[in-house]
C-alpha cells in the first residue's frame, strides 16, 4: 500500500512505548485514546483509490479512484471483473458521509462497556487490546478494538453486524498517512437469511492530500460526442419528381 509512512512516524510517534506502557492503567490507556481520537485532524481534499470483492450475495471484483472534498465526492470504477474500462464510469455523490471515517466507527465509552484483556506486538510497537460491549443493541457493534501504543488510535477494530437479511462479523484496519489516521482494510463475513454466505473484502491505497479541488470535480461529466459521425441512420430519400 502506497502511504507515506516517514511523515506518519514523525507525526503519531511516541518517545519510548516499551517504558511508559508497562505503567499505563487500562482506564489512563482509555483517556489516551479518547483524547487522541479528538485531536484528530481532519483533511480538507484528498483522494485515494480502492479496490472491492464480493462472493456470494454477488461476485464482484473492481477498482475505484475517488475525489473527495467535505461531504462532496467523485467516485470513477477503473476496472471491474479484470476488465479496464475504456472509460471510468462516473458516480457524483453530493451529500456522502465516510462510514470508514475513524471517529464514526471507534467505540466510546458513553456507546460501550469496556473490558481489558492483555496486550500484543506489532514489529516494534505494542497494542493495547480491549473486548467492548455496546450498552444498548445495534445492527452494527464493535466487539474489541487494538490501540497502538504509539498513536492510541485504533490498528483493528473487530465489529459484529445483524439484521438486514444478513449475520456476521468483520474488522477494519487503520494506520497513519501522512498526518492522518486512515482506514486500510475491510473483510466481513456474512451468513445471509437463505443460508448462503457472502464475504466482501475492500482494500485502499494511494492516498494524497490536498488542500483543495476544483469545483468542476464534482460536476457530472458530459456526454461524450462521438469522434466519427454514426453512418447507421437512414439517409432521407431526395422527393421523387413523378410521384403524387
Known amino acids: 500500500m502506497a502511504f507515506?509512512?516517514?511523515?506518519a512516524r514523525c507525526a503519531f510517534?511516541?518517545?519510548?512505548?516499551d517504558a511508559e506502557s508497562e505503567s499505563l492503567s487500562p482506564a489512563a490507556i482509555l483517556a489516551r485514546y479518547e483524547a487522541s481520537l479528538a485531536e484528530l485532524k481532519r483533511p480538507k481534499a484528498l483522494t485515494f483509490d480502492y479496490s472491492v470483492e464480493q462472493l456470494g450475495l454477488r461476485d464482484i471484483e473492481q477498482t475505484h479512484h475517488v475525489y473527495r472534498s467535505g461531504h462532496a465526492e467523485r467516485d470513477e470504477t477503473l476496472i471491474v471483473d479484470g476488465t479496464v474500462l475504456p472509460q471510468p464510469s462516473v458516480r457524483i455523490i453530493a451529500n456522502r458521509s465516510d462510514r470508514y471515517d475513524i471517529t464514526q466507527v471507534a467505540p466510546t465509552r458513553a456507546a460501550y462497556t469496556f473490558a481489558y484483556t492483555g496486550t500484543k506486538l506489532d514489529g516494534d510497537d505494542?497494542?493495547?487490546v480491549f473486548q467492548t460491549q455496546r450498552r444498548a443493541p445495534a445492527s452494527f457493534a464493535v466487539s474489541e478494538i487494538e490501540l497502538s501504543a504509539r498513536s492510541f488510535l485504533p490498528t483493528a477494530v473487530h465489529f459484529k453486524i445483524g439484521g438486514y437479511g444478513a449475520r456476521g462479523s468483520g474488522t477494519l484496519l487503520y494506520g497513519p498517512a501522512d498526518a492522518y489516521w486512515v482506514v486500510r482494510q475491510a473483510q466481513v463475513n456474512a451468513h445471509l437469511t437463505s443460508g448462503a454466505l457472502a464475504h466482501e473484502r475492500i482494500q485502499w491505497s494511494n492516498y494524497q492530500f490536498l488542500p483543495s479541488l476544483p469545483k468542476s470535480t464534482f460536476?457530472?461529466?458530459r456526454p461524450v460526442t462521438p469522434l466519427i459521425p454514426d453512418t447507421t441512420e437512414t439517409a432521407t430519400p431526395e422527393p421523387d419528381p413523378n410521384s403524387p
Open 4 to 7: 507515506v509512512l516517514c511523515g
Open 13 to 17: 510517534a511516541a518517545p519510548d512505548v
Open 126 to 128: 505494542i497494542i493495547y
Open 219 to 221: 460536476e457530472a461529466p
